[in-house]
Nanobody, 125 residues
């Protein structure tokens, strides 16, 4: 069993940056694909980014591509999401997720069996 805990959220002005971190405990992240999702008020949770278990392959949603960067440090059992050029529409609760159900696409939540509790990101205009 893996426990995931996100941190790094907060309030930032448009154009600013935040770095989210996801710390895992209970087992190593080795072998897990790790992703970030977000849920804005009144909207469904949506895919943001994934980094594959071997670390070299990443995929981003169109809305964050070129602004966000996902990375992982298996030695430290952490995953990060660097968010630059933030926009008010990036305001959401951000969730870290991990999983191995690779029959599902990267953006499909069923791929991920482990979820954190989320961290709030608010971008003011």
């Amino acid at each position: 069993q893996v426990q995931l805990v996100e941190s790094g959220g907060g309030l930032v002005q448009a154009g600013g940056s935040l770095r989210l971190s996801c710390a895992a405990s209970g087992r190593t992240l080795n072998g897990l694909d790790m992703g970030w999702f977000r849920q804005a008020p009144g909207r469904e949770r949506e895919f943001v980014a994934i980094i594959k278990w071997y670390g070299d392959s990443t995929t981003y949603s169109d809305s964050v591509k070129g602004r966000f960067t996902i990375s992982r440090d298996n030695a430290k059992n952490t995953v990060a999401l660097q968010m630059n050029s933030l926009k008010p529409e990036d305001t959401a609760i951000y969730y870290c997720a991990g999983g191995v159900q690779r029959t599902f696409s990267s953006a499909d939540q069923r791929r991920y069996g482990y979820w954190g509790q989320g961290t709030q990101v608010t971008v003011s205009s």
